[in-house]
């Protein structure tokens, strides 16, 4: 028989065996496969079409996350293969016995290595096709994309990124193979399955110590980072973020030792049934993967944490352009004396475009009101966190009669000052904050010989220019007569123009969207480089949340999904070579007349408990992690977590439950029980 | 008459297909009383161990019957055959079989632990099997800190301590040394008399087979002869008789250990 007819065989005798190896391959490929096709899918095309350079970004980044995905899977599956060589050191060990050589048995599993991978290449390839479809629609559904130009999409260039990629990978897997057989002795590979376990717990007292002290420095980490985050200074973020990361595998370094001298002192618990047996199996497994399960519990947390804030980040970003941020359908600044003369000189009459439109003065003030004297005394805190900021940048300042002309143009509500009050209008939080403390403080603003006080004691949460992030500029909003009274301290600055289209029809709009830029002498293939004529329209907010959006969803989704499948699989796995290595225990306890019912409760109880403990610790650090997450997006005045940490969890539960079935399944064929 | 506590009525074992036919049990009959301490010598491939596995549970006769306290075992299933190992059976096997990740003391606490015995009581009676059999100084050590011969005997403890009507010790002293072997058959015998435990020991080492109060040799599946102990002689006659019906039975020396 040739070595290729052995492997054949030997992978449809242990198929059952290969079940986790072949899953987590078949996923790695199938969701490689799905994000390096995503510019050519159906979906993409929609967003696409003002937004080319958010896809662009979203597929260079791909390209580097893919790199670092590539690491993992490959990782992982040297990892699961050694499992797999483990299971079968005894009939390696026979092979050689019968006098076949290092070299035939190598050169079997170079065979069945090339099998499967080669067969879970094509089936994972196969399922990321039609993942990529699905893939396409969910994402269609999720922005309300037009799908009538979706069509069946097949990606060479993908196919070809995930071939090489996974050849690469297989190919280490065979020198490994290779290497880890020319190391074998006869003798420990006849004898592998006698070798006795020598798990020795860890000192009980030192574990409850350590254990103790783990808890008690992640729980004052957890409650300053999530309840006192804002405050926290960069050193004391620093010692939290790394003292956690040390926490946590201090604890489950010292988890094994707690547990157990915990249980044990239940002695009825203890004493029932194979209570004791169930125990020793779980305390031994997490003894023996402290390491990986603090690992894991780290990546799983890590997963959680990007995908919820990933997911609010989307529907904060879909709020934001829906209505509220959008009230009209362009907004524009021009630094000039106006822009509709600019407009009729080139040959665009506004009225053919616009159904409504205003066109008010922006004026500046330099010597009173500057970026950094809106702060007050407050201007040092702001300094040590913008070192960037230009203070003496005058702030735009606009009457309070022509605010109010743009506040019914966006079916807002009048505002109203007295003659000694300013209003300021931000809703870029970075800067209100500091702008807030000293609106609070009271600080004052001096035109000529009028002193001005606040109207509110914070920042007017509201802009002109239309944002989808809103990171708008500032604007000083001052009564009429304050501007009438000192002509002397005012310079004409620029024209704020917003406006609706004569049309509702979405074509149309971005035609009238680049006759505007190119009227107004804009260069539409790089728009950025004309900071004094800044034309914003509502398709543009829409269409760059959507691009932002997208990039950030699928970036969260595509390592996420990666930490995910990794950390199911190693404990899948762990807990596979377990099982091999319990086969005996659950015999000798069929022996003393333990019952099927009872000893698949036992493999139940413990397998379900190792993929517990560091999902439950990654959950909790989750819940305070997320608590500092949201404070850090309150920048952007973002607050709802609710439905990101609800879609994290589906995912998680969907891949990770799957895992567990799978591995519990498995478990059981593995010591003897249906 | 003491009440029997094992009886073996005819007992026949085939292997292989109709045609080839391989008898590894042909119609043996034998059986145990109460408090007695029976060995069953062969050689290998005798059939002594397929016959202690019938007895065990673990395999099935193709004819005869198994009774155990009168309970014919052939008709158990599901969780009445579980319920009649944990009750009516204790174990000791060559390799010893204990959980090599609990102690001593958990291995021997976990046969009364599935009886549902509660845990004051255990700790009585574990401590108490652990002075007869003179373990009591490794019941916290794990199997890996034991020598063979404490292992063996943590393993009788084990099968004792929840007073099983019978205890099956399939070759006890196959790995250990000629030392451990004495004082494991010592335990044996003192477990015997003094708890009053029926042990059925299969062996091929006539020297641990010397310390049962009777002996039937098995040849080729079927009975050959019975050897009973003279309570007046010493131990080391027995001993020679059982080398002589060794010789005997297998007609050549080298067979025999």
């Known amino acids: 028989m040739n070595s290729f007819k052995i492997a054949l065989k030997n992978i449809k005798k242990s198929r059952k065996d290969y079940s986790v190896y072949f899953l987590t391959l078949i996923l790695g490929v199938a969701i490689f496969y799905m994000f390096n096709s995503l510019d050519g899918q159906g979906a993409m095309n929609s967003i696409s079409r003002s937004t080319n350079s958010a896809i662009q970004a979203l597929v260079s980044i791909i390209e580097a996350v893919s790199v670092i995905v590539a690491v993992i899977l490959g990782l992982l599956i040297v990892y699961a293969n050694n499992f ?168 489950f370094w010292s988890a094994s030792g707690f547990i157990f001298d915990v249980l044990r002192r239940f002695k009825g618990f203890y004493s029932k049934n194979i209570n004791s047996f169930i125990t020793r199996q779980f305390v031994g497994n997490v003894n023996s993967s402290s390491v990986s399960m603090a690992l894991i519990c780290l990546m799983l947390f890590a997963s959680l944490v990007i995908f919820s804030s990933g997911f609010s980040l989307r ?198 969207d680049d006759a505007l830029k190119i009227g107004l002498g804009i260069d539409l293939e790089n728009e950025e480089a004309s900071l004094d004529k800044m034309v914003i329209t509502k398709n543009d907010v829409r269409d760059s949340g959507i691009g932002n959006t997208v990039l950030v969803v699928f970036i969260v989704l595509y390592i996420g999904t990666i930490f995910v499948i990794s950390s199911a699989a190693i404990i899948a796995l762990k807990i596979l070579s377990d099982s091999i290595d319990s086969t005996g225990k659950f015999k000798i306890l069929g022996r003393m007349g333990v019952t099927d019912k009872m000893r698949k409760n036992a493999l139940f109880t413990q397998i379900l408990l190792n993929f517990a403990l560091p999902f439950v610790v990654a959950f909790i650090e989750t819940v305070f992690g997320l608590g500092f997450v949201r404070d850090m997006l309150k920048a952007f005045g973002f607050i709802n977590m609710g439905s990101g940490i609800t879609f994290a969890l589906v995912v998680m539960v969907i891949i990770y439950g799957g895992y567990f079935v799978t591995t519990y399944i498995n478990s059981k064929r593995i010591v003897d029980l249906r | 008459m003491s009440k029997k506590i094992l009886e073996v009525i005819n007992a026949e074992k085939y292997y292989g297909e109709k045609g080839n036919v391989t008898k590894a049990l042909d119609d043996i009959s034998f059986s145990v009383n109460e408090g007695e301490f029976l060995g069953i010598m062969g050689a290998s491939g005798s059939g002594k161990t397929t016959l202690l596995n019938c007895i065990s549970t673990i395999d099935k006769l193709s004819a005869g019957k198994v009774l155990i306290n009168g309970e014919n075992i052939n008709g158990l299933k599901g969780g009445k055959l579980d319920a009649f190992r944990r009750d009516e059976l204790g174990f000791i096997f060559q390799d010893f079989n204990l959980l090599d990740n609990m102690t001593a003391y958990e291995n021997i606490a976990l046969a009364l632990s599935i009886q549902k015995v509660n845990h004051k009581e255990i700790e009585e009676r574990v401590e108490k099997i652990a002075k007869t059999l003179e373990i009591t100084e490794v019941l916290e050590k794990f199997p890996y800190q034991m020598s063979g011969g404490q292992k063996q005997r943590v393993a009788a403890a084990r099968a004792v301590v929840t007073n099983p009507g019978l205890v099956l010790a399939d070759e006890p002293t196959g790995a250990l040394d000629s030392k451990s072997s004495k004082a494991l058959m010592e335990s044996l015998v003192k477990l015997n008399s003094e708890l009053n435990s029926t042990i059925l020991m299969v062996t091929h080492d006539a020297f641990s087979a010397s310390y049962a109060s009777r002996i039937i040799f098995i040849k080729d599946g079927k009975l050959f002869t019975e050897l009973n102990k003279d309570p007046e002689k010493p131990r080391k006659a027995f001993f020679e008789k059982i080398v002589e019906t060794s010789a005997v039975l297998g007609g050549d020396a080298n067979e025999l250990i």
């Open chain 1, 84 to 251: 797999l060589i483990k299971r079968r050191k005894k009939e390696f060990g026979l092979y050689m016995l019968l006098g076949m050589g290092k070299r035939k048995v190598s050169k079997i599993l170079v065979a069945e290595t090339g099998m499967v991978g080669l067969m879970s290449l094509a089936v994972g390839i196969g399922l990321g096709i039609f993942g990529s479809q699905f893939f396409s629609i969910i994402v269609a559904k999720m922005f309300d994309l037009d799908l009538s130009d979706y069509r069946f999409v097949f990606s060479h260039t993908a196919l070809i990124k995930t071939v090489i990629n996974y050849v690469v990978i297989f190919a280490a897997v065979l020198v490994f193979n290779t290497i880890t057989v020319s190391k074998y002795k006869l003798l420990d590979l006849l004898n592998a399955e006698k070798r006795q376990e020598k798990n020795l717990l860890r000192n009980s007292t030192v574990s409850v110590i350590v254990f103790v002290a783990a808890v008690a420095f992640l729980t004052y980490a957890n409650i300053r980072v999530c309840f006192f985050g804002e405050d926290l200074t960069r050193n004391a973020m620093f010692t939290c973020i790394i003292g956690g990361m040390v926490s946590i595998f201090a604890l």
């Open chain 1, 315 to 512: 529907s904060f970003i879909n709020a934001k352009i829906g209505n509220g941020g959008t009230p009209v359908d362009v907004t524009l600044r021009y630094e000039g004396d106006s822009a509709v003369g600019v407009l009729n000189d080139n040959g665009v009459d506004p009225y053919d475009i616009f159904d409504e439109y205003v066109e008010l003065p922006l004026i500046k003030c330099p010597a009173s009101i500057t970026l950094g004297s809106l702060l007050g005394d407050y201007l040092a805190e702001g300094k040590e966190n913008f070192r960037m900021a230009d203070w003496d940048y005058p702030q735009s300042v606009m009457s309070l009669s022509n605010y109010n002309e743009i506040q019914k143009l966006f079916g807002r509500k009048e505002v109203k000052l007295e003659e000694n009050e300013y209003l300021v209008i931000c809703d870029f939080q970075m800067y209100a904050q500091y702008a807030d403390k000293a609106l609070k403080a009271g600080t004052t603003v001096t035109i000529g010989d009028t002193t001005l006080y606040p109207a509110k004691d914070k920042c007017s949460d509201e802009f002109l220019l239309m944002s989808g992030l809103g990171a708008n500029g500032t604007y000083v909003i001052l009564p009429d007569s304050v501007i009438e009274n000192n002509p002397d301290c005012f310079e004409d600055f620029a024209t704020f123009m917003a406006g609706n289209y004569v049309t509702k029809d979405k074509e149309e709009s971005y035609a009238y």
